[in-house]
């Protein structure tokens, strides 16, 4: 059984900063990609940023220079700093990673999602 457990999401006033955690947990033999998506009210889930084992990164492009994303593999966890929240950051997140598991192959796990609110 894998798990993905985020923490670090709350409310947060305009301007200001918020750090996610996603620890994965279980049956790991491998993690290949690790990311962070969110979906606000009323709109489809969308990707903000992904790092793939060898620490390359891939952001979504409106969110480039206020979002970093950083991975520490040794801990099975991805991180994401959010700086300079906008209100319109406002969204449940949810941390995602490709895992090779005890199934023999690498399958997609996503975690529960945690909520982030940026209001004054």
């Known amino acids: 059984q894998v798990q993905l457990v985020e923490s670090g999401g709350g409310l947060v006033q305009p301007g200001g900063s918020l750090r996610l955690s996603c620890a994965a947990s279980?049956?790991?033999?491998?993690?290949?990609?690790m990311g962070w998506y969110r979906q606000a009210p009323g709109k489809e889930r969308e990707l903000v940023a992904r790092v793939t084992s060898g620490g390359s990164t891939k952001y979504a492009d409106s969110l480039k220079g206020r979002f970093t994303i950083s991975r520490d593999n040794g801990k099975n966890t991805v991180y994401l700093q959010m700086n300079s929240l906008k209100p319109e950051d406002t969204a449940v997140y949810y941390c995602?990673?490709?895992?090779?598991?005890?199934?023999?192959?690498?399958?997609?796990?996503w975690g529960q999602g945690t909520q982030v609110t940026v209001s004054s």
């Open positions: 279980g049956s790991i033999f491998s993690i290949n990609a």
């Open positions: 995602n990673a490709d895992i090779l598991s005890a199934y023999g192959y690498y399958r997609d796990y």
